[in-house]
């Protein structure tokens, strides 16, 4: 049995978690469960999975929970704020932390985990992104494994299950809803178009960011940081069916792929499970059904979101808390109708055109920097320049 604790447990990936839970109740169990605001669902999550923390992470919702809690508060520990989403992240029968929370607001309940010695199960990209210097070491320090949940980065460690270092990764891509968009239509498209993925159904910021290619982009960071390998050494490929989630390659010219249709409950439960692999009566790929794999070169004229993320990558890691701060930032305003899809990966470009450090070697440097790139970002966004 392991006891499991959930945070970010209202948004896409963290249903998909609870679905995977459901499952397997002798194999998972629900020790804390945290969110950020939706306390209807939290607090039904609550009631059905019972476990001994709760929490909200926006404290205006505390009484509410509370209230919809009823008698079973009196079972729970129920919290709010940071702290409360940090006391989650520590729970103290926890074998195993899920990362799900949207963004860079992921990263202290991460430290706070692995400080605790915790198993990390990582869907949080941002986590990495902003704060691979600090994860990587202190998972080695504190001998907690850190388990990929994203699809591409499950697919790349089940491939290297038993191997010897590869030569090259390669991250498939879907291409997002706007993959044969005419570009000069592309700066105008709507939070509404850009919110249909093809392929994948997931939270607002992901989907966004899949469709200006940046979701690649801080995909490949996580790689770096994930599989210790030189960007040089990571590739993307377009591949729009999204059945083959990701490969590597050996000096040999051996290839290894993972396959399966696009369901994300399929890496949380490798992630959970690790290394077992347990029937969940979940939809299986018919090869022969499926369209015609295809697999092209990213177009990054088109979608530079991708090419500045590579660039961040290569400056060093004070640049990625930049680029994912500048990001978050541009991706909230796109949502709330103040800026237009072009200006995201504009605002970008004119953040990524600063000096940032090559190390952000603390938590204090990564929220320093994380603010000033916002408030770059911000500036762009009110005057559409630097
Ligand atoms: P989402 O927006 O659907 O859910 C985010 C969750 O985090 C919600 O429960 C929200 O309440 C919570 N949250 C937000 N801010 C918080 C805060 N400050 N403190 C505590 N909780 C907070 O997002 P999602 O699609 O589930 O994605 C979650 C993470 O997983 C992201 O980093 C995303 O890039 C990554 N990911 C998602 C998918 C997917 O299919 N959805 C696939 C791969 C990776
Ligand atoms: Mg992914």
Known sequence: ???????????????????????FPAELQVAALAGGS??????????????RLVAVA????????????????A??????GEAGVIACAEAAEADIVLGAISGVAGLKPVLAALQQGKDIALANKEVLVAGGQLVMPLAKEKNAALLPVDSEHSAIFQCLQGEVKPQKLWLTCSGGPFWEYPAEQLPHVTPEMAL????????????????TLVN?????????????????????????????????????????????????????????????????????????????????????????????????????????????????????????????????TDGLSAVMSRDWPALAADLDTVVALDAE???????FTKGGKL
């Open 38 to 51: 939706n306390v209807e669902l939290l607090a039904a999550q609550a009631l059905e999975f019972r476990p």
């Open 373 to 379: 790139a916002r408030e770059l970002a911000a500036r």
């Open 196 to 211: 249909r993925h093809p392929n994948w159904s997931m939270g607002a910021k992901i989907t966004i960011d899949s469709a």
């Open 216 to 344: 690649k982009g801080l995909e490949v960071i996580e790689a770096h940081w994930l599989f210790d390998m030189d960007y040089d050494d990571i590739e993307v490929l377009v591949h729009r069916q999204s059945i083959v989630h990701s490969l590597v390659s050996f000096a040999d010219a051996s290839v290894k792929a993972q396959l399966g249709l696009p369901d994300m409950r399929t890496p949380i439960q490798y992630a959970l499970l690790y290394p077992n692999r347990p029937e969940n009566a979940l939809p299986k790929l018919d090869l022969t059904t499926t369209p015609p794999l295809t697999f092209v070169k990213p177009d990054t004229d088109r979608f530079p979101g991708l090419r500045l993320a590579y660039e961040a990558g290569r400056r060093g890691s004070g640049a990625t808390v930049a680029f994912n701060a500048a990001n978050e930032a541009l991706v909230h305003a796109f949502l709330r109708k103040e800026i237009s899809f072009g200006t995201i």
């Open 1 to 23: 049995m392991k006891h499991v604790s959930l945070l970010g447990s209202t948004g896409s990936i963290g249903r998909q978690t609870l679905d995977i839970c459901a499952r």
């Open 75 to 80: 079972d729970m520990e129920v919290l709010a």
């Open 58 to 73: 926006d404290e205006s919702k505390y009484a509410q929970l509370k209230e919809l809690l009823g008698a079973a508060a």
